[in-house]
């Protein structure tokens, strides 16, 4: 490497397909499926029949005017399908309905990302490759399933101002958490109802120009999109080190080999040919349109945080995590309502939703939808009110915060009332009088070693102390009376 | 009712007739099925054995009382045979059928047959079909127009009652004018296109071509409405009501000076002036207008449909349906084969003509410059209809002419629509009676209105009709041999 070694920024923007969980097809009467049985969804519209004609789902179109004013977009008063030509079995009519120069939405932001246009089309037909490669190439033979031909799409694309991987993967997370709000889409990576291009370039730093972009295809999780711009990032930044060019081209991100592949060069693109679709009239939206999107409009993750900070009065990452994950939201909110004495601090409750009951239910994956039905509080046994009680009976110090986990964990598995639990098991935290000294005492005689470690200036030496007073309390002792008294009887 | 009486009626008379108890549906089908079967004009490219048993509704108890009926083989029918006069259609047969159809069966009309046409409706003489070219029943050395040349030629060797035809830039109109019959081109949008194997979409239009014009009046009735399936249908205003106009008394006709000079023949222009002359008779007032830009209707045309019927015809690709090459090695081995053997050299022409158009740095320059054509054409006839109520051209500018005369030079064929592609471009509605002979050949007479004034054009066309009494019956006569 020279000793004049530039350094290369990444500069990423994201192109996302959102599957509108509409309960028909874009442009026919089909239903939407997902597992069905191959070709069950299918009409002479979705599958290209001579003679047949596209009509614009209304409901889709309501969907992403939604969508544009969750992004802060400019809303077209009217917007213009096109045709994208080209030829692929996937695609029966030989082209794709889709927007072009006259898109649904314009501009607006999310976060400190900006979105440069948010449009809706037609999803293609899935095929499938019978034989070795599980490509088109060199397979024994190709299948199509057109269920999801047709299935309507928002494509939202963003302004390259995404620097890294990792931004790309929390952004996106909240773009989902964003749309799941607002119900448009099930959002789910898996299912392919969201998925995600990336194009990226990289340039010195300090320069504003924009380098050589490619296009990172198809990655099928956030994980995946995360560490494939880092990949791509490293090549290109590899490439021009060492004094090569970036070829703009479509590159394929294998997550097993971490290997990037070309699919296709500039050279290869295709001319799409675009032109006014003939077969549908220009999208108007009307006043009534305008006025029903913004009725159906839920409280957006980026509102909701801002609530939660200043009004609730959550710490600002509280605030986030909650107000992120709508099912915690909502979890949280549910339980800061309920009536319960003692009523529970609300950053308190917020710290055991977030925290050990998100723990204890499998947690958020980031890559499913909200973890999965595991990890969502409200589908499990603990009731919202249950945990509010739980939560006040630790904070006013009724309980200890280690039996307030031991009720968590009887919660979970078999749900019930947190108080009848507390006294069945006998957990009501000890005071600090002559019972509990005389355990401590007794700790630290069976622990003569850590104790003198303790006194010798080692504070983290009182582990096995503190466990065994646990241990003999069987948790109902206060941690913090615990250590108090340690302190104290030795002396410090 | 013996046959000969029968195959002199109209359509509108014989559901009359039907209603009186003097001719039975099953009659008039089983005589029209056997006539057809003795095409010798290559009318048809399949022919119903025998008129639907299923039908719930006894036929003669319906608007149309089981009249047969003739269609051009691009409309769908369920499980018959729509192949758009291509190869690569060959024995294709549709789950379902096109609206207009269904329409008109539902208000009683029973399917005859499917006629012959120009490939995907592209041409002006019925050359283009892979199932063969149709002959004129007036001459069968000559072509009956197109491209729903097997329709008209149907109709006037008197095969068919009446026939369903579509009209892009003057398939409806030209191969009526040519075979001396009524064809009528409505309002775009006032039929549904759902159904119609699509050439150019935004110009596609399905309309009724027929013996005399109360037919097209009454079929027209049963096509027209809003469809939910078709985007781009609209509700027509008003019932189409059966004309009975005598005169045209008040009525002002424009005759555009760039339609009706120039390039028109002499035998032709002769019989349209004559026309003229018999709607002033009847009250008409003649006006000269100007559509300045219609002069350039055509070239804006052969961008335009091009460019829609290069994306309208990407579908047929061997993956779903119609034929597919066989043995490819390759995805693009096996597209390229396929449409190399199913398209015909015109349909290859004008996709290779719309392609480039619509190619990346050419748009604006070819497609783009030719909707604005389109847009001044539609203002040029806005203007007109400000100063007169319709405009009067020939439809044709020649009479029929000898088959291969015109197909190794495609734009002397493109020449046959100069008079009835601004019409298409603007979406305005417009029909084609048969006004007189030239040289032994019908000559066409077209009528334009503003847009859902299809009931006026039918009046006054009605009116004329009365004067003019043409006499289309040698067509029937020599057509087919004469009745079975």
Same mark, same amino acid.
């Given at each position: 490497?020279?000793a004049a070694a530039?350094?290369?920024e990444p500069?990423i923007g994201?192109?996302?397909h959102v ?6 097809k874009m442009?026919c009467?089909c239903?939407?499926s997902?597992g069905?049985?191959p070709?069950t969804h ?6 290209g029949?001579?003679?047949s ?9 309501h969907?992403?005017?939604m969508?544009?004013?969750a992004?802060?977009?400019?809303l077209?008063p009217?917007?213009?399908f096109h045709r994208?030509n080209y030829?692929?079995?996937?695609l029966?009519k030989?082209?794709?309905i889709?927007?072009?120069d006259?898109?649904l939405c ?6 400190d990302?900006?979105i440069?246009?948010?449009h809706?089309e037609?999803?293609a ?10 490509r ?6 190709s299948?199509?399933?057109f269920?999801r031909?047709?299935t309507?799409l928002?494509?939202i694309?963003t302004e390259?101002d995404?620097r890294s991987g990792e931004?790309a993967?929390?952004?996106l997370t909240?773009l ?11 959002v789910?990576m898996e299912?392919?109802s969201l998925r995600?291009?990336?194009n990226?370039s990289v340039?010195?730093?300090?320069t504003q120009?924009l380098?050589?972009?490619t296009e990172?295809?198809n ?13 791509e990032v490293?090549?290109q930044?590899?490439?021009l080190g060492e ?11 294998d997550p ?6 070309s ?5 290869e693109?295709?001319?799409?040919r675009?032109f006014?679709?003939p077969?549908?009239l220009?999208?108007?939206?009307e006043q009534?349109?305008l006025e029903?999107?913004?009725a159906?409009?839920p ?9 939660l900070?200043?009004e609730v009065?959550?710490s600002?990452?509280?605030a ?8 915690l939201g909502?979890?949280?909110?549910a339980?800061l309502s309920?009536k319960?004495?003692p009523?529970p601090p609300?950053?308190a409750?917020a710290?055991w939703v977030a ?7 499998g947690g958020?994956?980031?890559?499913g939808a ?8 409200n ?8 945990l509010a009680?739980?939560?006040?009976l ?10 307030g986990r031991?009720?968590l964990?009887r919660?979970v598995a078999?749900g019930?009332d947190p108080l ?6 006998g957990?009501?935290a000890?005071d600090g009088?002559e019972d509990l000294?005389?355990?401590?005492a007794a700790?630290l005689?069976?622990?003569?070693d ?5 006194r010798g200036?080692?504070a ?7 466990g ?5 309390t069987?948790g ?10 340690v302190?104290e009887?030795l002396?410090? | 009712?013996n046959n000969t ?7 509108a008379?014989a559901?009359a007739?039907?209603d ?9 089908f089983d005589?029209?099925r056997a006539r057809a079967s003795n095409d010798?004009l290559n009318?048809?490219?399949w022919?119903a !054995?025998?008129a639907?048993?299923?039908a719930?509704t006894?036929?003669?108890q319906?608007p149309?009382n089981?009249?047969p ?5 691009l ?7 729509s192949?758009?006069?291509s190869r690569?259609l060959?024995?294709?047969?549709p789950?379902?059928?096109a ?6 069966e539902?208000a ?9 046409q120009? !490939?995907?409706a592209?041409?002006s003489?019925t050359?283009n079909s892979?199932y063969g070219?149709?002959r004129?029943?007036w ?13 008209a030629?149907?109709?006037a ?6 026939a369903l ?6 398939s409806?109109?030209q191969?009526a004018a040519l075979?001396?019959i009524?064809g009528?081109?409505?309002?775009y949008g006032a ?5 119609m194997?699509?050439?150019?979409s935004?110009?596609?239009?399905a ?7 109360t037919d097209a009046?009454?079929?027209?009735r049963?096509?027209?409405?809003r469809?939910?399936?078709d985007a781009?249908s609209l ?7 059966l ?5 045209l008394?008040?009525?002002?006709l424009g005759?555009p000076q760039?339609?009706t000079?120039?390039?028109i023949e002499?035998?032709?222009? !002769?019989?349209f ?9 009847l009250g008409?007032?003649v006006?000269?207008?100007q559509?300045?830009?219609a002069?350039?209707a ?6 335009l449909?091009p460019a ?8 047929f690709?061997?993956v ?5 090459a066989?043995?490819?090695?390759d ?6 084969r396929?449409r ?9 022409r004008r ?6 158009a619509?190619?990346s740095?050419?748009y604006?320059?070819y497609?783009?410059r030719?909707q604005?054509?389109r847009?001044?054409i539609a203002?040029?006839f806005k203007a007109?209809f400000?100063?007169v109520d319709?405009?009067v ?12 005369e015109?197909t190794a030079d ?9 008079c009835?592609v601004?019409m298409?471009?603007a979406?305005?509605p417009a029909i084609?009676?048969?006004c007189?002979l030239?040289?032994?050949l019908?000559?066409g007479f077209q009528?334009?209105g503003?847009v859902?004034? !299809?009931?006026?054009l039918?009046?006054a066309a009605?009116?004329?009709e009365?004067?003019l009494g ?5 067509a ?9």
């Amino acid at each position: 490497m020279s000793a004049a070694a530039v350094e290369y920024e990444p500069v990423i923007g994201l192109e996302i397909h959102v599957q509108l969980a509409t309960r028909t097809k874009m442009f026919c009467g089909c239903e939407l499926s997902f597992g069905d049985p191959p070709n069950t969804h299918t009409c002479p519209v979705c599958l290209g029949l001579p003679g047949s004609l596209p009509v614009a789902n209304a409901r889709a179109v309501h969907f992403g005017l939604m969508i544009g004013m969750a992004l802060g977009c400019e809303l077209a008063p009217r917007s213009i399908f096109h045709r994208k030509n080209y030829f692929y079995p996937d695609l029966p009519k030989g082209y794709q309905i889709s927007q072009y120069d006259e898109p649904l939405c314009s501009g607006g932001h999310l976060g400190d990302v900006r979105i440069h246009r948010v449009h809706l089309e037609e999803d293609a037909a899935k095929l499938v490759h019978v034989g070795a490669s599980g490509r088109i190439h060199g397979s024994d033979a190709s299948i199509v399933d057109f269920n999801r031909g047709g299935t309507p799409l928002a494509e939202i694309v963003t302004e390259p101002d995404l620097r890294s991987g990792e931004q790309a993967r929390e952004w996106l997370t909240l773009l989902r958490t964003t749309l799941r709000q607002l119900g448009v889409s099930d959002v789910n990576m898996e299912e392919g109802s969201l998925r995600c291009d990336a194009n990226i370039s990289v340039r010195p730093v300090g320069t504003q120009a924009l380098g050589v972009k490619t296009e990172l295809k198809n990655m099928n999780s956030f994980r995946f999109i995360e560490r494939g711009i880092r990949a791509e990032v490293s090549r290109q930044q590899k490439l021009l080190g060492e004094g090569g060019q970036v070829v703009q081209e479509t590159l394929h991100f294998d997550p097993a080999s971490e290997r990037i592949t070309s699919l296709r060069s500039k050279e290869e693109a295709h001319d799409y040919r675009y032109f006014p679709e003939p077969d549908l009239l220009p999208v108007a939206i009307e006043q009534a349109m305008l006025e029903e999107a913004r009725a159906a409009m839920p409280e957006l993750p980026a509102a909701r945080a801002q609530r939660l900070e200043q009004e609730v009065g959550l710490s600002s990452d509280s605030a986030h995590q909650l107000a992120f994950r709508a099912d915690l939201g909502d979890y949280f909110e549910a339980a800061l309502s309920a009536k319960v004495d003692p009523a529970p601090p609300a950053q308190a409750l917020a710290n055991w939703v977030a925290g050990d009951l998100v723990g204890r239910l499998g947690g958020d994956d980031g890559e499913g939808a909200g973890g999965g039905a595991g990890g969502d509080p409200n589908h499990s046994r603990v009731q919202a009110s249950a945990l509010a009680a739980l939560v006040g009976l630790v904070s006013a110090k009724r309980i200890s915060v280690g039996a307030g986990r031991q009720v968590l964990d009887r919660l979970v598995a078999e749900g019930g009332d947190p108080l009848a639990i507390v006294q069945s098991e006998g957990l009501e935290a000890m005071d600090g009088g002559e019972d509990l000294s005389a355990i401590v005492a007794a700790a630290l005689t069976a622990n003569a070693d850590a104790a003198e470690r303790v006194r010798g200036g080692n504070a983290k030496a009182i582990g096995p102390i503190i466990g065994h007073v646990m241990r003999e309390t069987k948790g109902r002792a206060d941690g913090g009376e615990v250590t108090r008294l340690v302190n104290e009887q030795l002396g410090l | 009712m013996n046959n000969t009486d029968i195959f002199d009626l109209s359509s509108a008379q014989a559901v009359a007739a039907i209603d009186a108890g003097t001719l039975s549906s099953g009659e008039l089908f089983d005589a029209y099925r056997a006539r057809a079967s003795n095409d010798e004009l290559n009318c048809f490219t399949w022919l119903a !054995e025998q008129a639907p048993k299923d039908a719930t509704t006894p036929p003669s108890q319906s608007p149309l009382n089981g009249v047969p009926l003739a269609v051009k083989d691009l409309f769908c029918t369920e499980g018959v045979p729509s192949q758009s006069g291509s190869r690569i259609l060959e024995g294709y047969r549709p789950p379902y059928t096109a609206t207009a159809v269904a329409r008109l069966e539902e208000a009683g009309a029973t399917l005859l047959g499917k006629t012959n046409q120009d !490939e995907f409706a592209m041409g002006s003489s019925t050359e283009n079909s892979a199932y063969g070219p149709v002959r004129n029943p007036w001459d069968p050395e000559r072509v009956p127009g197109g491209s729903s040349g097997g329709s008209a030629a149907a109709v006037a060797a008197g095969l068919a009652p009446w026939a369903l035809g579509t009209d892009t830039g003057g398939s409806i109109r030209q191969p009526a004018a040519l075979c001396g019959i009524v064809g009528l081109k409505p309002t775009y949008g006032a039929v549904s296109r759902y159904g119609m194997i699509a050439f150019a979409s935004s110009l596609d239009q399905a309309g009724p071509l027929t013996r005399d014009v109360t037919d097209a009046a009454l079929m027209l009735r049963h096509m027209v409405g809003r469809d939910p399936r078709d985007a781009t249908s609209l509700q027509f205003p008003e019932e189409v009501s059966l004309p009975s106009a005598e005169r045209l008394d008040g009525v002002r006709l424009g005759v555009p000076q760039e339609l009706t000079g120039e390039g028109i023949e002499g035998g032709v222009l !002769e019989a349209f002036q004559a026309t003229l002359a018999r709607a002033e008779e009847l009250g008409a007032q003649v006006h000269s207008v100007q559509l300045p830009h219609a002069p350039h209707a055509l070239s804006a045309y052969y961008i335009l449909a091009p460019a829609e019927c290069s994306s309208n015809l990407a579908r047929f690709d061997g993956v779903r349906y119609g034929a597919r090459a066989q043995d490819a090695h390759d995805l693009l081995d096996m597209y390229t084969r396929t449409r190399h053997d199913g398209f015909g050299a015109e349909v290859k022409r004008r996709i290779m003509l719309g392609t480039y158009a619509l190619s990346s740095g050419y748009y604006d320059a070819y497609y783009g410059r030719a909707q604005r054509v389109r847009t001044k054409i539609a203002e040029d006839f806005k203007a007109a209809f400000a100063e007169v109520d319709l405009i009067v051209t020939p439809t044709a500018p020649t009479v029929a002419f000898r088959l291969g005369e015109k197909t190794a030079d495609p734009w002397s064929m493109y020449l046959n629509d100069y008079c009835t592609v601004p019409m298409s471009l603007a979406g305005i509605p417009a029909i084609s009676i048969p006004c007189g002979l030239s040289e032994g050949l019908p000559v066409g007479f077209q009528i334009a209105g503003p847009v859902f004034s !299809e009931n006026r054009l039918l009046d006054a066309a009605y009116a004329l009709e009365q004067v003019l009494g043409f006499d289309g019956s040698p067509a029937r006569v020599s057509g087919a041999g004469g009745p079975a």
